[in-house]
């Protein structure tokens, strides 16, 4: 076993929703939604197969879908991008934040990111031998209606080693949707200490209304220095297909160009055929997908309440967060094992989505997806009602 890897086990959502399995529990842990994505999607993936495309895509990604990616960000924030120079299609968004940070940090570099992260980062920053700092995000209280930052602690969090700041928005586990004033704070600082940025933006269209996804790279101190990632797993609900893409200025796409060469060289081409149909999609796709999971997040919020949990109620993406601090459990994992194994339902432990100096902060909660059909919905509440 390499060091590298040698303080892996099996991912949470593995293990999660394995044990979801053995326990016949509602799959409430892993985020994937449990139907698929448009049919129109699903037959060009078909005709693609059926048409002979089927050999290696170009390395930086078939250009129709290279395309198709630039006139989406036209269209959805005005985000001019050149399709020859700025994009390169990667095997899903985990793909890119590789590729991001083998391309842009070199071991001893340090990496800012706000916890809780999602857990490839975490890893990630350790493949390259980088350290990261971590930045603990604070529940809504008396005086924040949504998770928030200590601007202090986030300036601290710099220095002179600092070569990326991770930036994942909407965010996975808590929902956050950060304001175009936040990137900007977060933005001028990364101006000042010359930071690159990773904007995971891999929900930006699971958003609910009085809440906007801003595009980090479409904020003017954050233009030059951002690599955006986004997927099509959660805005089209086919997480199986793993196609993904980052969208950068030409010297940072090629930095990551450089690494995804070499890390998969090139992506699945059919799905990219497909994809590049997804992303053309009109409006109203978007709104109903909005809609579908504001009623989704609705149900849920209203069904973990009923079972007497406090829930927050999320921004954005489709997971909710609720305090479990009330049952008397250790901490989160055993809350959550406690859950898969007697209640029957499987959520996720948010503790590992921190490092052991704020890992304490994540025992208060526990992840729920909402990413699941109306009926899975409301047997888990009936079960949390029930047993919990
Ligand atoms: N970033 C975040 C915040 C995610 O939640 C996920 C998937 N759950 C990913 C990246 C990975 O996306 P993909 O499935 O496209 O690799
Ligand atoms: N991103 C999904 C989640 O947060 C899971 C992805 C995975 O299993 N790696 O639940």
Redesign the pocket.
């Known amino acids: 076993l390499a060091q590298r890897v040698s303080r892996f086990g099996t991912?949470v959502?593995?293990e999660f929703?394995a044990l979801a399995l053995k326990h016949q529990a509602v799959n409430l842990?892993?985020?994937?939604p449990d139907f698929d994505g448009p049919d129109a999607i699903k037959e060009a993936a078909w005709k693609a197969i059926q048409g002979g495309v089927n050999q290696y895509a170009p390395g930086v990604g078939a250009r129709d879908l290279r395309v198709a990616i630039s006139e989406h960000a036209q269209r959805f924030y005005n985000h001019a991008v050149d399709p020859d120079t700025m994009v390169t299609v990667t095997s899903g968004a985990?793909e890119a934040i590789l590729d991001v940070i083998l391309g842009l940090v070199d071991p001893g570099d340090e990496v800012v990111a706000f916890e809780p992260f999602?857990?490839?980062y975490d890893a990630n920053i350790a493949f390259v031998g980088a350290t990261p700092r971590y930045v603990p995000l604070r529940p809504p209280d008396a005086g924040h209606t949504t998770w928030w930052f200590d601007r202090d602690e986030v300036r601290a969090a710099f220095s002179p080693r600092t070569r990326l700041l991770i930036l994942n928005s909407p965010h996975?586990?808590t929902g956050k949707v950060f304001t175009r004033e936040e990137l900007e704070f977060l933005g001028n600082l990364c101006a000042e200490h010359d930071v690159k940025v990773l904007a995971d933006e891999?929900y930006e269209h699971i958003v609910f209304a009085s809440s906007r996804h801003i595009r980090a790279a479409t904020v003017p101190v954050l233009a030059d220095r951002t690599v955006t990632v986004s997927s099509a797993?959660k805005s089209f609900s086919l997480?199986g297909w793993k196609i993904g893409w980052i969208i950068a200025p030409p010297p940072l796409r090629d930095a990551v160009q450089r690494a995804h060469q070499f890390v998969t060289f090139a992506t699945a081409s059919p799905f990219q055929a497909a994809m590049a149909v997804a992303m053309r999609l009109p409006d109203s796709y978007f709104q109903e997908l909005t809609a579908l999971y504001t009623a989704k997040r609705e149900r849920l919020l209203t069904g973990l309440r009923a079972a007497g949990l406090q829930a927050f109620s999320p921004e954005g993406s489709y997971?909710i967060l609720a305090d479990i601090t009330g049952y008397g459990f250790a901490d989160d994992v055993a809350f959550c094992r406690h859950l898969v194994t007697e209640v029957g339902v499987a959520g996720?432990p948010p503790s590992v989505f921190y490092g052991p100096e704020h890992r304490h902060l994540g025992q208060r909660f526990a992840?729920f997806?909402f990413c699941k059909t109306e009926g899975v919905l409301d047997e888990a509440v009936r079960r949390l009602r029930e047993k919990l």
């Open positions: 991912t959502f593995s929703s842990g892993q985020g994937f985990t999602y857990d490839s996975n586990p891999v797993g997480t997971f996720i992840r997806a």
